[in-house]
């Protein structure tokens, strides 16, 4: 294998030896948007208006305001999204522009039907045949989750998106048959998927955390992956070219504190070699 560490081969980098007890994957938890499927690529900018929009209210924007939205969703990337409706509900209070403050819920469901309008455009492209699943995929996921299905591992997916979305889009673009398990945002309930999955893995099934691997373009998965002592993969994905490195994702994940980065899985067999599941 390529000398990587301190070094990028075909966009694959690695940041960490594995752990000295490291011996074989099991398990692959998986972020989905961003990670798998880019059907939601532009949220940033429809939460960026929509944040902007309910803390000013009818006044114009202010740029200030806009400064702090900007930094808030990338620093709250990946979490499930009635969190960050919770902290907006905080932020209009705070910021006193609107005498009109909504409901966490009422806004997570106005947020989610503007949000929706274009990603059903997409679903429904896909469903009608008119667009190809590989449009709105990260290069070479559906082979990287091949091989780690055809290598015994067992996969599952979790998602700060809403659960039904998640089935719903992960089908549209055929890779829902590789998921052992998904999970999405529970229904008007205000858990974190992605952590209410590890903990299941961990202590319901009984798997020891070397041998989980999470694979994620947000910190909230990373984060939580080296907190529980699991090899994590960082994906600094670029949603719009579906291939090549995002810089400010790639350096959200070196914080988080990755063991390795890629931006996309045409590298697939390096990054298989790196588990040692493929020669």
Partial sequence: MPQLKGGSVNGFEILKDLPQDYTEIKI???????????LRQGWESVMESFMVEMICGGNSPQEYVAREVRQYIQDSAGIQTIFQMRWLCEAVKRHGLNPVVFDEWEYKDEYNRRLME??????????????????????????FLKSLYEAGVEIYAASGTDHEDVLREAEALGVKKFFRK????????????????????????????????????????????????????????????????NPVKRQRLIKAGCHALTGDFKNYKLIMHWLRLAD
Avoid at 28 to 38: H, K, L, N, Y
Avoid at 121 to 141: H, N, Q, S, W, Y
Avoid at 199 to 217: S, Y
């Fill in 28 to 38: 692959a938890m998986f972020d989905f948007d961003g990670t798998i499927s880019t």
């Fill in 118 to 143: 274009q990603v059903e455009t997409r679903v429904r492209r896909l469903m009608e045949g008119k667009a190809d699943p590989e449009d709105f995929l990260i290069e070479g996921v559906q082979d």
């Fill in 182 to 245: 998904m999970a999405g945002a529970p229904k008007r309930k205000a858990d974190c998927s992605k952590e209410a999955v590890l903990r299941e893995l961990i202590n319901e099934k009984g798997f020891g955390q070397r041998q989980i691997l999470i694979v994620g373009d947000g910190k909230v998965e990373i984060s939580l992956g080296s907190e529980v002592g699991a090899v994590t993969l960082g994906v600094a994905s670029d949603e719009v070219r579906r291939e090549g490195i």
